[in-house]
Each structure stands twice: as structure tokens, then as C-alpha cells.
């Protein structure tokens, strides 16, 4: 566990300016700084970003946070990888807190174990880039593919020569446990170790932070086999959950605002030499719904090129049903099935990037695709052809959750099958479609915001105005009351922080959705120069609600009591209180 304290101090410390602009070039615009969305494909830029309030928000799709959230969400780290990531950034040592001594000792065992894997392939990697330079057979071998010197460097190409144990010049220790476990050396069963890659051209995968995972080796003989042989799963790496080419490519995506999944490592490489450089490729198994989610981060276009062989189009149908659980309503998936005799590579040096644009122009849409796939065989002439086709439409069905494309999905299917909707449901025991959600567009005007939002979103900007007695503001147990009683107890123990800090603070505190319209609001927010004037009017106003509650609250209790039973105060009271309303 980590500290809340720390966490709080962390947010305080770093700027989430020099955090994103990273990753995503910025531009000053006004007290803020402005871009296009990272998480979905735009033409204008609404993805703002507060040095004052240490949160991004865009106000196209919605996307929001802190320092934290952004490399969570755009870098794919885990919390704990994004705090001490930041951490680092700002040399800061991260805590740890209610852990054992043994639970210490095997994080800090795990840690070691993985600097020593990241370390290993990246002396690899060196190496590998170094051979290539000395091998006119291996360059010699890229040139043919049409690659240049530019492109072999941009994507780290190099080279394992030929031989057992060349490695063995690499690290001082080859019997070292790390060799073995990256995945670079092999152990034969009578204990000897030898080089697992060799006479191979070496693509290095990287994950999103840049750092080597792992490689994958292609032939230069084509006698040899496997044609590719990637490194095994490691503490590093899992092939179901990266892309090749992925962090080279990520600029290049939301610029072209797709991504284009192709098969193999020269793929994504051949491509790039001739200006499509969008590409990724999974490593050596289907695409899965990881891969699919890590995508939908960086567009919401994605297109799948296949060899237009059967290995190809079973890939295609493979890559069509793991990417069902993940589909969205607002992702463009697109299969392209290029002639049997080429794959992207042949195909891209034989008619260059805008042919090849042009044909993903028209490649597939996903529902097209589950369409033509299911009745390529099927004639659905008679009542038997309709059942097998119901049949094998129905789990394909059962995974789509999004709601648009389960709609449409399902009448096709029915049309198809000659039965109506009502029909196909009753019969396949199809789960009842989600209800689509009424969404407030942008261009709606905004409804005026509580008093008690404003104040809390005062108090956000400026936590040292925070006083004990406002807590007296949050009598009752509605949302509203809550996040005004946290957002008061947040700004009395941090006077000092910022919106942000204070943010993560109330949030498990406060209802999601309540939470998501402060965030929006406090986008929206400009400090005034009156700022300390307004929140003076904030207070009477809401010590005046509170005291009209209370007045009508004895003047019930009041009601219910015989007049023969008053006490002398209670008639005073009484007094006060019509005095008052007249």
C-alpha cells in the first residue's frame, strides 16, 4: 500500500504540463495549454490542460484526471507503475505502508529480478545493433526488402550472427539466471546454454514506455525454420498483450487517426519505409481483446490487413471474434484482404502508399464482414440452411454488448434468417439489448449548477478558506451534502494543495457521477478578481439555507406540541421566528 499522504504530496509536486506534453505536444492557449485528444480521433483541438488545477480534460469525449490517470490511460501503466513512475520523474522515493517483511522482501526481489531482465535485453538489443553494422549479408538482406539504413535504425533493427554462444562476449556471467529467463539464452537438457537467436535479423519489441520486452527473429536463409521465432513469456513480456511497432508508432496513429494490424514484424517495418507508418503487428498470436483495448486508447479506427490465403482469412476470423467483448459503439473495425499473392509487405513495393490506402478505403466493416463469412458457404435457400445459420450467429450474437451494433447486428441476422426480431430472440434466448443512453451533446447549454457545487468548487481553487464551521453548510445525507462535507474535510487537512491532490482525495468518498460534473465544472472554472467576494456571498447564502431549515424545523416540532405544554423560551421562539417571516 501506498501512502494517501505521499500520493497527495506527489500531485502537489509534479506539473502535469511537462507530464503530457511528452507524450502529446501542447500549445499555450491562454491560462491553460490545449491539443488534439489522445483518446479519440479529432480535427480541433478541445483536450485542455490546467497548470493551475493539475488536471486534463477534453471536452470532445469527455476524458479527464490527474498526472496519474493520464499514464494510466494513455501509457497503459498500472496505478502502481504511474505513481512511481512520476515519482521518479520528480525524485521522489515511494513508501510503502501495512506491508510485511516478507511481502517487502519479494517486491524488492521482483523489482530486482525485472531491472535485471530490462537491463539484460537492452545489453542484447546493443549488441544485436551493433552486429548489424558488420554483417554486409544481413544488410544486404534489408536493402533487398527496399529498407533503408533510416528506417532499420528508427525501429532498432539488428542482427544475431550465426554461432552458439556469441552472447557469451556480451555478459560476463552467461550462466547468469537473467540470460535464461529473457528468454536470450537456452538450457539443453544435459545443462549446456547456448544463444537462442542466431542468423537471425532481430526486431526488439518494446512496451509503451520504450524499454526492450523481448525480440522477434526472422530467417535470412528461407530454408530456415520458423520463419519467425519470438522470445518466450517472460516477467516482462506477454505476447497477448503487446503489439509490435505500437510505441513507434503511436504518433503516427492519431495523426492518421487509424491503426493498421498487420501479421508480421517486416509488415509493420516495410510499411513505415513507405510512409504508412500507423502499422502494428501482433506477436506470433491472434489479435485479443487486450490488444483491442490498448488500441481503442490511441483511435477509434482500427483495420486488420490479412494475406488473402486460408491462413490469413482464418487469422482474420480469429482476430473478428476476440475483438467482439471489446467492440464499442463508437469503434470502426475493418478487415482488408489483399490477393492471395501478396501480404503488406509485396504488396506496399509493388504499388506503393496510396494504393494501398485506397484498398483500405474499402476494406470491410466488421458486420460485413460476420455477414459475408457466415453465408459463405450457406445458400440459405431452405429451413435447414437457416437453422445452421442461426445456429452459428447465435454465440457471435451473445458477445456483442455494445448497444447501436447489437441493434442493427441482430435485425440483419433476422432479416437474413426470414424470422422477425421478437422471433430470433425468443428463440436463441438472446439476452434483451442494452438500452442505449440518452447523451448530453456538447452543444447543449449547460444547466445552472447548485450553490453547493459552486462552493465546492471554490473551495477546490482556493483550500486555506476552508473554516470547521462550514461543515454546519453539509446537514443531511444527498450526494450533494456528501461532497460538500469531504470537499471541506479535503481542504482543512491540505490548505495548500491543489485541485487535483483535493480531487483524488474525495473521490471514493463521492458518487461517480457527481464527481465526473465537478470535473466538468471545475474545467469550466475561472478565478476571478473578485474571486474572495463571491465566496463571502457563497457562505451568507448558504448559512441563510441552512438556517431556514432549522426555523422550519422547530416551527414543526412546535405544530406537534400542545399549546398547553409550551415553555416560556418555546413561545419566545415562536415569537422570533413569525418576527422574522414577517
Given at each position: 500500500?501506498?501512502?494517501?499522504?505521499?500520493?497527495?504530496?506527489?500531485l502537489?509536486?509534479?506539473?502535469?504540463?511537462?507530464?503530457i506534453?511528452?507524450?502529446?505536444?501542447?500549445?499555450?492557449?491562454?491560462?491553460?495549454?490545449?491539443?488534439?485528444?489522445?483518446?479519440?480521433?479529432?480535427k480541433?483541438?478541445?483536450?485542455?490542460?490546467?497548470?493551475?488545477?493539475?488536471?486534463?480534460?477534453?471536452?470532445?469525449?469527455?476524458?479527464?484526471?490527474?498526472?496519474?490517470?493520464?499514464?494510466?490511460?494513455?501509457?497503459?501503466?498500472?496505478?502502481?507503475?504511474?505513481?512511481?513512475?512520476?515519482?521518479?520523474?520528480?525524485?521522489?522515493?515511494?513508501p510503502?505502508?501495512?506491508?510485511?517483511?516478507?511481502?517487502?522482501?519479494?517486491?524488492?526481489?521482483?523489482?530486482?529480478?525485472k531491472?535485471?531482465?530490462?537491463?539484460?535485453?537492452?545489453?542484447?538489443?546493443?549488441?544485436?545493433?551493433?552486429?548489424?553494422?558488420?554483417?554486409?549479408?544481413?544488410?544486404?538482406?534489408?536493402?533487398?526488402?527496399?529498407?533503408?539504413?533510416?528506417?532499420?535504425a528508427?525501429f532498432?533493427?539488428?542482427?544475431?550472427?550465426?554461432?552458439?554462444?556469441?552472447?557469451?562476449?556480451?555478459?560476463?556471467?552467461?550462466?547468469?539466471?537473467?540470460?535464461?529467463?529473457a528468454?536470450?539464452?537456452?538450457?539443453?537438457?544435459?545443462?549446456?546454454?547456448?544463444?537462442?537467436?542466431?542468423?537471425?535479423?532481430?526486431?526488439?519489441?518494446?512496451?509503451?514506455?520504450?524499454?526492450?520486452?523481448?525480440?522477434?527473429?526472422?530467417?535470412?536463409n528461407?530454408?530456415?525454420?520458423?520463419?519467425?521465432?519470438?522470445?518466450p513469456?517472460?516477467?516482462?513480456?506477454?505476447?497477448?498483450?503487446?503489439?509490435?511497432?505500437?510505441?513507434?508508432?503511436?504518433?503516427?496513429i492519431?495523426?492518421?487517426?487509424?491503426?493498421l494490424?498487420?501479421?508480421?514484424?517486416?509488415?509493420?517495418?516495410?510499411?513505415?519505409?513507405?510512409?504508412?507508418?500507423?502499422?502494428?503487428?501482433?506477436?506470433?498470436?491472434?489479435?485479443?481483446?487486450?490488444?483491442?483495448?490498448?488500441?481503442?486508447?490511441?483511435?477509434?479506427?482500427?483495420?486488420f490487413?490479412?494475406?488473402?490465403?486460408?491462413?490469413?482469412?482464418?487469422?482474420a476470423?480469429?482476430?473478428?471474434?476476440?475483438?467482439?467483448?471489446?467492440?464499442?459503439?463508437?469503434?470502426?473495425?475493418?478487415?482488408?484482404?489483399?490477393?492471395?499473392?501478396?501480404?503488406?509487405?509485396?504488396?506496399?513495393?509493388?504499388?506503393?502508399?496510396?494504393?494501398?490506402?485506397?484498398?483500405?478505403?474499402n476494406?470491410?466493416?466488421?458486420?460485413?464482414?460476420?455477414?459475408?463469412?457466415?453465408?459463405?458457404?450457406n445458400?440459405?435457400?431452405?429451413?435447414?440452411?437457416?437453422?445452421?445459420?442461426?445456429?452459428?450467429?447465435?454465440?457471435?450474437l451473445?458477445?456483442?454488448?455494445?448497444?447501436?451494433?447489437?441493434?442493427?447486428?441482430?435485425?440483419?441476422?433476422?432479416?437474413?434468417?426470414?424470422?422477425?426480431?421478437?422471433?430470433?430472440?425468443s428463440?436463441?434466448?438472446?439476452?434483451?439489448p442494452?438500452?442505449?443512453?440518452?447523451?448530453?451533446?456538447?452543444?447543449?447549454?449547460?444547466?445552472?449548477?447548485?450553490?453547493?457545487?459552486?462552493?465546492?468548487?471554490?473551495?477546490?481553487?482556493?483550500?486555506?478558506?476552508?473554516?470547521?464551521?462550514?461543515?454546519?453548510f453539509?446537514?443531511?445525507?444527498?450526494?450533494?451534502?456528501?461532497?460538500?462535507?469531504?470537499?471541506?474535510?479535503?481542504?482543512?487537512?491540505?490548505?495548500?494543495?491543489?485541485?487535483?491532490?483535493?480531487?483524488?482525495?474525495?473521490?471514493?468518498?463521492?458518487?461517480?457521477?457527481?464527481?465526473?460534473?465537478?470535473?466538468?465544472e471545475?474545467?469550466?472554472?475561472?478565478?476571478?478578481?473578485?474571486?474572495?467576494?463571491e465566496?463571502?456571498?457563497?457562505?451568507t447564502?448558504l448559512?441563510?439555507?441552512?438556517?431556514?431549515?432549522?426555523d422550519?424545523?422547530?416551527?414543526?416540532?412546535?405544530?406537534?406540541?400542545?399549546?398547553?405544554?409550551?415553555?416560556?423560551?418555546?413561545?419566545?421562539?415562536?415569537?422570533?421566528?413569525?418576527?422574522?417571516?414577517?
Amino acid at each position: 500500500m501506498i501512502p494517501e499522504s505521499f500520493i497527495q504530496d506527489l500531485l502537489n509536486r509534479v506539473d502535469i504540463v511537462d507530464v503530457i506534453d511528452k507524450s502529446v505536444p501542447l500549445k499555450k492557449a491562454g491560462a491553460n495549454y490545449s491539443a488534439c485528444c489522445p483518446f479519440h480521433n479529432e480535427k480541433s483541438p478541445s483536450f485542455t490542460v490546467s497548470p493551475t488545477k493539475q488536471f486534463y480534460h477534453c471536452f470532445g469525449c469527455g476524458a479527464h484526471g490527474t498526472a496519474i490517470g493520464f499514464l494510466m490511460e494513455y501509457a497503459g501503466l498500472s496505478f502502481i507503475e504511474a505513481i512511481n513512475d512520476l515519482a521518479k520523474n520528480v525524485g521522489m522515493i515511494v513508501p510503502q505502508e501495512q506491508s510485511t517483511p516478507q511481502s517487502r522482501e519479494a517486491d524488492a526481489q521482483n523489482k530486482t529480478i525485472k531491472l535485471g531482465l530490462q537491463e539484460s535485453l537492452q545489453q542484447a538489443a546493443n549488441y544485436y545493433k551493433a552486429q548489424l553494422k558488420e554483417s554486409p549479408r544481413a544488410i544486404e538482406y534489408l536493402k533487398g526488402r527496399g529498407l533503408s539504413g533510416q528506417i532499420a535504425a528508427k525501429f532498432q533493427i539488428g542482427y544475431a550472427p550465426a554461432g552458439w554462444q556469441n552472447l557469451q562476449s556480451v555478459f560476463a556471467n552467461y550462466e547468469n539466471e537473467a540470460l535464461q529467463t529473457a528468454g536470450l539464452v537456452v538450457e539443453n537438457e544435459q545443462g549446456k546454454r547456448y544463444d537462442r537467436f542466431r542468423d537471425r535479423i532481430m526486431f526488439p519489441i518494446h512496451d509503451q514506455k520504450g524499454q526492450v520486452i523481448g525480440f522477434g527473429g526472422r530467417v535470412i536463409n528461407p530454408e530456415d525454420t520458423p520463419k519467425y521465432y519470438n522470445s518466450p513469456e517472460t516477467p516482462l513480456f506477454q505476447k497477448g498483450h503487446e503489439l509490435y511497432g505500437l510505441f513507434v508508432a503511436r504518433r503516427a496513429i492519431r495523426d492518421a487517426g487509424r491503426v493498421l494490424v498487420v501479421e508480421g514484424y517486416m509488415d509493420v517495418v516495410a510499411l513505415a519505409q513507405y510512409g504508412i507508418e500507423y502499422a502494428v503487428a501482433a506477436l506470433g498470436t491472434a489479435t485479443t481483446p487486450f490488444h483491442i483495448t490498448k488500441l481503442m486508447r490511441q483511435t477509434d479506427e482500427i483495420v486488420f490487413s490479412f494475406d488473402g490465403d486460408n491462413a490469413g482469412r482464418t487469422a482474420a476470423w480469429r482476430a473478428a471474434m476476440n475483438a467482439l467483448p471489446a467492440l464499442t459503439d463508437g469503434l470502426k473495425l475493418r478487415f482488408l484482404f489483399l490477393p492471395k499473392e501478396h501480404d503488406p509487405d509485396s504488396y506496399v513495393r509493388e504499388f506503393g502508399k496510396e494504393k494501398f490506402e485506397q484498398e483500405m478505403q474499402n476494406a470491410m466493416p466488421l458486420s460485413q464482414y460476420i455477414i459475408a463469412h457466415l453465408s459463405e458457404n450457406n445458400p440459405l435457400n431452405s429451413q435447414e440452411d437457416k437453422v445452421k445459420f442461426l445456429n452459428e450467429a447465435e454465440p457471435i450474437l451473445r458477445q456483442i454488448v455494445a448497444p447501436r451494433s447489437a441493434l442493427f447486428m441482430r435485425k440483419k441476422i433476422a432479416e437474413l434468417a426470414e424470422v422477425t426480431e421478437a422471433e430470433m430472440q425468443s428463440l436463441l434466448k438472446l439476452p434483451a439489448p442494452n438500452r442505449v443512453p440518452v447523451l448530453a451533446t456538447q452543444k447543449q447549454s449547460r444547466a445552472p449548477i447548485s450553490i453547493k457545487k459552486r462552493f465546492v468548487l471554490m473551495l477546490l481553487m482556493q483550500p486555506s478558506l476552508a473554516k470547521n464551521e462550514y461543515l454546519n453548510f453539509a446537514q443531511g445525507f444527498g450526494e450533494e451534502n456528501v461532497l460538500l462535507q469531504a470537499s471541506i474535510h479535503a481542504a482543512l487537512q491540505q490548505p495548500q494543495s491543489k485541485p487535483a491532490a483535493l480531487l483524488h482525495t474525495i473521490e471514493p468518498n463521492v458518487d461517480t457521477k457527481l464527481l465526473n460534473e465537478i470535473r466538468y465544472e471545475l474545467a469550466l472554472f475561472v478565478k476571478g478578481p473578485e474571486f474572495e467576494l463571491e465566496f463571502e456571498g457563497a457562505c451568507t447564502q448558504l448559512g441563510k439555507m441552512i438556517q431556514k431549515k432549522q426555523d422550519g424545523g422547530i416551527l414543526d416540532a412546535l405544530k406537534e406540541k400542545p399549546l398547553s405544554t409550551w415553555t416560556a423560551d418555546e413561545r419566545d421562539m415562536l415569537k422570533n421566528l413569525t418576527a422574522k417571516k414577517t
